[in-house]
């Protein structure tokens, strides 16, 4: 994950103590950097204290803000006193830079009311709340109305930026890779490149043929050995398997990777159903799970839009992410579901060292297991999850989503397949909104506690967003 950096704007208002803004500067960079984020912004002498009062400030943070366009990945609004409404928001305007904007104030005391002392952030914050409101400038709130910046509030809410931070940016200039066509039975996961590319995002294409000729093409024995070996010490691959079986999986991944770095891709949807098996004689999953565990998230079926989910919550949390069906109910626990695939989790997703590599089931009792290797077996570990899916609706010309949160829980269940078992709260609330609004059976997730931050970074995409938060539901 690259380093987030944060462009800082400092407040000040003239008949505040200006050096309230000249030790509220060094206090909040020294806090950020510390947490392992780079901070731009103006030298302290290039307007006074540092600060942005006029619009001439404004000039010369926006001036430098454009220097560094690409380079930005948010930025900080800090009022250290009342600040100046109108400077701050003219030099977002003039900045030009499309990013994720926080808002702070510090904390006042009581007994430092004086003159000397006294900052009125509290009421200056809602000032620059209001212009950026005028202007249509979306920001992201502290979870207090004013904090101070050594506070262990204001340390979760720098963290929380930085990751909202990292998926829009992401998001922004994500490529995406759709190789193979989508099964043809599976309406559910089309979309529209046009709509995705309107948010900055590429779909690169490939036909199944390519990759497929260039797995059985692939000549350099000694990238295949390693390959081999690599997925041996992946997992543990049943005995009885025979080597060529393993070696068509160290072929077909090889030729996949090289396809994403060609193509400078993020994330991959792959036709893993059926074509691949009947046309070159293995499953996807294993090559999909092993690029997942390294970052590169892969959604099953050809559905890009959850290749895109995935890599959003991978954003989020710096976390491997996994791709599921909404797929089974949990006897009468109405807040409990089966979530299943067939699969390719990222092995961390199943909290294994070691997990079983097999044979697909379902598709392998049809066309024989001959064809169908590559198959990772086990139950997802129990622990908290984030559960999101993001879809183009076509008719209506939007992208939207849904997120929320939940856990995994550790109750067996003997069936085939990739399985998680998970509690929702209000599970059948969600649902409902589920069908009524036209959202797949697929859902994407990740082991950890981001819906918030995928639900704030969704809505600077301009994107609609359901967030799940219900805390409780019934059996």
């Known amino acids: 994950m690259k380093q987030i950096t944060f462009g800082l704007i400092v407040g000040t208002r003239g008949f505040f103590p200006a050096s309230l803004a000249e030790t509220g500067r060094k206090e909040l960079t020294a806090v950020i950097e510390k947490a392992g984020f780079k901070v731009i912004m103006a030298e302290e002498k290039a307007t006074p204290y540092g600060a942005v009062e006029t619009v001439a400030d404004a000039k010369v943070y926006a001036a430098l803000f454009r220097e560094h366009y690409e380079e930005i990945d948010g930025i ?11 400077g701050i928001a003219e030099t977002l305007t003039r900045s030009g830079l499309d990013v994720p904007v926080l808002i702070h104030a510090f904390d006042d005391r009581v007994a430092q009311l004086d003159m000397p002392h ?63 066509q989508r099964p043809d039975p599976f309406n559910t996961v089309r979309f529209s490149e046009k709509l995705l590319q309107d948010s900055g995002i590429t779909v690169s294409v490939v ?8 797995a059985k093409g692939w000549e350099n024995k000694k990238e295949i050995q390693d390959r081999v070996a690599k997925m041996r010490g992946y997992g543990s691959i049943i005995a009885g398997t025979p080597d060529e079986h393993v ?3 160290a072929r077909l991944s090889l030729a996949v990777e090289k396809w994403v770095a060609e193509k400078e891709v993020d994330a991959t949807a792959i036709q893993c159903w059926d074509s691949i098996q009947k046309n070159y004689g293995c499953a996807t999953c294993l090559t999909m799970s092993m690029m997942g565990e390294e970052g590169k998230p892969s959604a099953c079926e050809t559905d890009v839009m959850g290749a895109l989910t995935m890599y959003a919550l991978q954003l989020a949390s710096g976390e491997p992410s996994g791709y599921l069906d909404w797929n089974n109910n949990f006897d009468d626990d109405r807040d409990m579901c089966i979530n299943i695939h067939c699969s390719n989790y990222p092995k961390s997703f199943l909290g294994s060292p070691s997990p079983e590599i097999g044979n697909l089931d379902i598709l392998g009792a049809s066309i024989g297991t001959e064809r169908c290797f590559g198959a990772l077996k086990g139950q997802v570990s129990p622990g908290p999850m984030t559960f999101a899916k993001i879809t183009t609706d076509d008719v209506n010309g939007v992208i939207k989503a849904y997120v929320g949160e939940g856990e995994f829980v550790s109750k067996p269940v003997n069936t085939a397949g990739g399985v998680a078992v998970c509690r929702v709260p209000g599970l059948q609330e969600l649902l409902a909104h589920l069908c009524d609004n036209g959202y797949e059976h697929h859902v994407a997730m990740n082991k950890a506690l981001v819906a918030d931050v995928l639900e704030e970074a969704f809505g600077y ?6 967030k799940h938060n219900k805390t409780s539901g019934g059996n």
């Open 76 to 86: 900080i609004v800090s009022l250290p006193n009342f600040g100046d409404e109108i």
């Open 247 to 249: 070696e068509l999986n």
């Open 207 to 214: 036909d199944l043929s390519e990759i497929i000729f260039a």
């Open 461 to 466: 995409l301009g994107w609609e967003v359901y």
């Open 118 to 180: 006294r900052r009125d952030s509290f009421c200056g914050k809602l000032s620059v709340c209001n212009n950026l409101y005028q202007r249509n400038i979306p920001f992201t709130k502290t979870s207090l109305h004013t904090c101070s910046p050594s506070s262990p509030e204001f340390a979760a809410d720098l963290d929380r930026f930085a990751r909202v931070c990292r998926v829009v940016s992401g998001l922004k200039g994500a490529r995406l890779g759709a190789i193979g």
